[in-house]
C-alpha cells in the first residue's frame, strides 16, 4: 500500500503568490517524521522542513511552512511568495517510529512551476 | 568530501551488462541509503546500511541487484545482467543517525541508461 500520497502531479502558481502542495501518508504508527523534499531540474535533492508526529507546533522554515493535520493524516507544504527559483519536483516523505533509523518512504512528487 | 559523492555521474551500457555504481558518503555519516528514480517518478528505496548492522534489503528489486559496504565508508551497488528497465537515476544519501529528525543528505546521483 502506498504510504506517501501526493495527489497533485502539476501545480501552477503566479510569482509572489503562496501554493500548497498536498501529501497524505498512512501509518498506524504514533511516532513518525515527516519530510518535504525539493529536486530542481538539476536533480539534487534538498531538504527543506520537517514535522514529528508529536511537535505541537506547525513547522515552519523561512517560506516555508507545513500545515499539519494529524487526524487527517495531512502534511500540507505552503510556500508562501513564490519565486520563479521554486520551480521544481517536491516531495513528501515519511518516517515511522517502527523503523527508526530506517529510510524514507517518499512520494510520488508534484511538479510547481512557477510563472511571471 | 564536503558531501555524497557518486560516480560515475553518467552511465551507458548494453543490456545483459554488469554495472557498479559507487557512493562516498559524508565523513561520519553511519547511515547510506540506495534510491532509485525512474525518469518522472518518485524514489524507490532500494537498500539501508546502518553502521555494522546487517542492511536492509527489503527494496532492492531482484536477486540481480546487490550492494556492499565496508564499515562507515563507501558503498558499491552492484547490478547484474541489466535489463532495459534498470535504466534510472540511481541516488546515494547518508545521515547521521541522530534520532528521528535525521535527514537525509544526497548525491547528485548517477544516470543509469541501458540500450
Known amino acids: 500500500a502506498q504510504k506517501i500520497t501526493q495527489t497533485q502531479p502539476g501545480m501552477f502558481v503566479q510569482e509572489k503568490e503562496a501554493v500548497t502542495l498536498d501529501c497524505t501518508y498512512d501509518?498506524?504508527?504514533?511516532?513518525?517524521?515527516l519530510f518535504w523534499y525539493k529536486q530542481p531540474s538539476s536533480g539534487e535533492m534538498i531538504f527543506l522542513i520537517y514535522?514529528?508526529?508529536?511537535?505541537?507546533q506547525n513547522a515552519t522554515e523561512g517560506r516555508y511552512s507545513l500545515n499539519f493535520q494529524k487526524a487527517r493524516k495531512s502534511a500540507n507544504l505552503v510556500i508562501s511568495a513564490s519565486q520563479l527559483g521554486d520551480s521544481a519536483m517536491y516531495f513528501c516523505a515519511m518516517r515511522e517510529g517502527s523503523n527508526s533509523g530506517y529510510a524514507l518512504n517518499f512520494g510520488k512528487g508534484t511538479s510547481l512551476l512557477v510563472t511571471p | 568530501g564536503a558531501g555524497v559523492s557518486q560516480s560515475p555521474s553518467n552511465k551507458v551500457t548494453e543490456k545483459g551488462k554488469d554495472v557498479e555504481l559507487r557512493c562516498d558518503p559524508i565523513s561520519g555519516h553511519t547511515a547510506l541509503y540506495w534510491y532509485r528514480q525512474r525518469l518522472g517518478q518518485g524514489l524507490e528505496f532500494l537498500i539501508y546500511f546502518q553502521g555494522n548492522s546487517a542492511p536492509d534489503k527489503s527494496g532492492l528489486p531482484s536477486d540481480r541487484f546487490s550492494a556492499e559496504r565496508t564499515g562507515e565508508s563507501v558503498s558499491t551497488l552492484t547490478i547484474q545482467r541489466t535489463q532495459q528497465e534498470d535504466s534510472a537515476v540511481y541516488l546515494c544519501?547518508?545521515?547521521?543517525?541522530?534520532?528521528?529528525?535525521?535527514?537525509?543528505?544526497f548525491g547528485s546521483g548517477t544516470q543509469l541508461s541501458v540500450l
Open positions: 501509518t498506524s504508527d504514533q511516532s513518525y517524521g
Open positions: 514535522q514529528g508526529s508529536y511537535d505541537e
Open positions: 544519501a547518508s545521515s547521521s543517525p541522530r534520532g528521528f529528525r535525521e535527514k537525509l543528505f
